[in-house]
Structure formats: structure tokens, C-alpha cells
């Protein structure tokens, strides 16, 4: 593991997690202190910055973002915060490091008849098929590096990232 990969995986807006399998190296190699500052150094002087914490690392711009930057963040990812709203509905106990199977999660969306949930999922999702539609989601939260899945031939285990904490704690950040 080097910078010059940690570099290439992260400008494509990647948030690393240290419970990931495909991009756990990374945050590992970023845990070590040198390797941190030597990152942090090389993208000051490129105009970023590094953040950690949590078990999760991503990078911002060094500038504090003005009102329309952040107005366009929000606008840009208010879809992965109505997938992990649906996400939390659905099932509270998910944090960080939890495993949430996909025939729980669907079982549970069955049982709920809630208005607001499925105004929320006519948002994201305008199908009707609930089967395809709920298999989107578990693609648009692995696409998002909010979860993945625990055994590639397994498509009803998956591992919830530390990424979700930075998603949480932007939304919290806003109430």
C-alpha cells in the first residue's frame, strides 16, 4: 500500500472504511501515523485536506465550502440520505460494523405500513416491483460504499460500513 494509491481511489470521492474488504488496506495504511501525515502534507499543498475518524477517512476540499457548495453537496447525495433514512426506518439497530441481510430488510418493509416510507421509496425507486426495487437499494447503498457484501455469492449478507457514521453525522450536523 502506498500514497499514490490511497490518492487514486479517494479523488474519485471514495470514503475508505477500515471494515471494508476492498478498501480496508487503505484506511489500515492511513491508521499508521507517519503514513498519515506524510498524505495529509502532499494533499495540503494540492488544496485538500484528510479526514478521519470513526474508522472511515475521505478528503475535502482545504477551503471552507461556501453556502452554494454545500447547497449542491446536499442536492448531489440527498438520495444516499433518503436510502439511509429507509435504511434506519427499517431497521434502528444498524450501525457500523452491523451485518444486515436483505430477507430481514425486505420482511421488515412487508410488516411496516408506513405512508412517509413508501413516499420515500417512490422517490428514489418509481417501479413498482418491490423484489427489483429493494435489490436496487442494496446496489445504490454498495455503489454509495455504504455497505458490501460479506460473501460475494451471498446476496442476502452484508457488512454496514464506517462510511455510514460519516453520512449520520453530516445529517445530524444539519438538525
Known amino acids: 500500500m502506498d500514497i499514490a494509491t490511497a490518492f487514486r481511489v479517494m479523488m474519485k470521492g471514495v470514503i ?3 471494515n471494508s474488504a476492498k478498501y480496508g488496506e487503505i484506511a489500515t495504511f492511513l491508521l499508521n501515523e507517519e503514513n498519515y501525515i506524510e498524505y495529509e502534507t502532499l494533499l495540503q499543498t494540492l488544496g485538500y ?3 478521519g475518524e470513526n474508522g472511515y477517512f ?14 449542491q453537496f446536499v442536492q448531489s447525495h440527498k438520495e444516499v440520505f433518503m436510502l439511509i433514512s429507509i435504511l434506519k426506518q427499517l431497521l434502528p439497530h444498524v450501525r457500523s460494523g452491523s451485518n444486515v441481510k436483505y430477507t430481514e430488510f425486505v420482511a421488515e418493509f412487508e410488516i411496516k405500513k408506513d405512508l412517509q416510507l413508501e413516499e420515500k421509496w417512490q422517490y428514489i425507486f418509481k417501479k413498482t416491483d418491490r423484489k427489483q426495487s429493494s435489490e436496487k437499494f ?8 455504504i455497505v458490501e457484501k460479506i460473501d460475494k455469492n451471498n446476496k442476502d449478507s452484508y457488512l454496514v460500513l464506517n462510511s455510514l457514521d460519516y453520512y449520520l453525522s453530516f445529517l445530524e450536523s444539519m438538525i
Do not use: A
Open 16 to 18: 475508505v472504511s477500515r
Open 49 to 51: 485536506e484528510l479526514n
Open 58 to 71: 475521505y478528503l475535502s476540499k482545504s477551503n471552507t465550502l461556501s453556502s452554494d457548495e454545500i447547497e
Open 138 to 145: 442494496f446496489e445504490r447503498l454498495e455503489k454509495e460504499f
